[in-house]
């Protein structure tokens, strides 16, 4: 049974879902839509999408994927995007999951897809380990992420509004360094490009978009570490 507080957060997850796509149409309009068909037109063989939210990246999908599964694991959510997939010609299943726990065995992705959403997990450390473990070795993660402005006046304004900020936009947190938690994770920035959102707040406005390949380690001794990429064929290369 829902406690109060309960019922009044689905209410609240209900409505988010609900005005999302109208909330963000004008960003889409100008600047948005194009980044994610510019960065998804990468995506290729087996595809995960980790927080689809309402499937804003849809459309945007190249043909000839193997496989594409949505994570989405908010109901509210859940029911938009189920919506967006039976209208679109996609051969998609959603998984209801959240990125922290993927129930995929290891390397079993080629491309792992994160738009807006690295902002709003509990542990982004903990969501890109898993993504990690089902990329295959030099699989790569494509995303496009609000963050930590480079401005310190906003990052004072974005560390001020923060803690409401999580409460209205359901756990989007403005200060997070996603490019340096994403390298810190096991990945190696391939393509990485600085955008700005235009008309939007400033404390939102920064945006990373890029590739991310995952790379691994091989231990020499117990103090030398060597960071590479195993290839395809399982041949270690030093970077
Ligand atoms: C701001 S919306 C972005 C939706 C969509 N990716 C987009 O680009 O428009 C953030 C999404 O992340 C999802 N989310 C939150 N926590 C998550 C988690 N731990 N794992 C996966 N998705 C999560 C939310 O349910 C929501 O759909």
Redesign the pocket.
Known sequence: MCTRPGRLQNSYRRLF?AV?DRA?ASAERRCLGAW?RELLEQAQGAVL??????G??LPHYPPGLTRLVL????PF?CQQLQKKLTAAPLPAVICT????QLPFPAASFDTVV????L????SPQA?LEEIRRVLRPGGCLLF?EHVLSDQPATRRWQRFWEPLWKQV????HLTRDTAATIRSGGFVLEQLDELQIAGAPAILRRVLRGMAVKCGWKILSPDTLLRGEVTKHGNFTCI
């Open positions: 879902a999302y963000m994610r999408e980790i927080g689809s939210g309402t804003s990246n994570g989405e694991p908010d959510m999951h959240g990125a922290e994160s738009t807006l959403v902002c709003s997990v509990d969501a496009l936009a359901c756990n989007c």
